[in-house]
């Protein structure tokens, strides 16, 4: 079974672009969570999505949005960027809401 | 807001010592997760326990899941440099998101 995939793996954007990150969950998994991570924050939660619908939604401006599609498949968008957007963005998957977490590798974008 | 506390942040040791990490928490936890991250990479998840006062075994990591569902604790036995990296706890609850602890970051030195 195919592990959950995430592209790009690295990206570069300028200041004021804006970027999509995709996130293919692990097959029969229907839930998929977005975090951000960086060395001084930590693991934070962005957002949970579940049937197409966002249940859960972390404390992060509203640049910062996502959607899922009907196969399960997630993207998250990010617009207006800022250098302080550099982070390693991973996607998660779970079989239900609020289960265990099955983690791709993460897109590492660096803003500039 | 439920707050997951791990300790300690940093752990340097020898190869062959044994070490333990806490994670501790005011809020019952209907689950609790155990990931290790390496450098540029997504948490691999370790393991899930359940039931209060668990105890589940994975080689040489012991993971133990408090009576009250509260806290956790993963003890390494006989540490090796390929133990090196970010261990994460992570706690579920009904109708929460999935909550993670701020990390233990593990060297372990040759």
């Known amino acids: 079974k195919a592990g959950v995939t995430q592209t790009p793996r690295y990206l570069i954007k300028t200041r004021g672009q804006q970027v999509t990150l995709s996130c293919s969950p692990i097959s029969g998994h229907r839930s998929v969570s977005w975090y951000q991570q960086t060395p001084g924050q930590g693991l934070q939660f962005l957002f949970e999505y579940f049937s197409e619908t966002q249940r859960n939604k972390g404390n992060f401006p509203g640049r910062f949005s996502g959607r899922q599609f009907s196969n399960s498949r997630s993207e998250m968008n990010v617009s207006t960027l800022e250098l302080g957007d550099s982070a390693l963005y991973l996607c998660?998957?779970?079989?239900?809401?609020?289960?265990?977490?099955?983690f791709g590798q993460g897109t590492r974008l660096t803003v500039v | 807001t439920q707050l997951l506390e791990q300790s300690p942040q940093f752990l340097s040791i020898q190869e062959g010592e044994n070490l333990t990490v806490y994670c501790n928490s005011s809020s019952v936890f209907s689950s609790l997760q155990w990931y290790r991250q390496e450098p540029g990479e997504g948490p691999v998840l370790l393991v899930t326990?359940?039931?209060?006062?668990e105890v589940k075994k994975l080689k040489r990591l012991t993971f133990q899941f408090g009576d009250a569902r509260k806290d956790s604790s993963l003890h390494i036995t006989a540490a090796q440099p390929g133990d090196t990296g970010l261990y994460l706890c992570a706690g579920t609850n009904a109708g929460n998101m999935l909550t993670f602890g701020g990390g233990t970051r593990l060297m372990v030195k040759p």
């Open positions: 326990v359940v039931t209060g006062g």
């Open positions: 998660a998957s779970s079989p239900e809401l609020n289960t265990e977490a099955f």
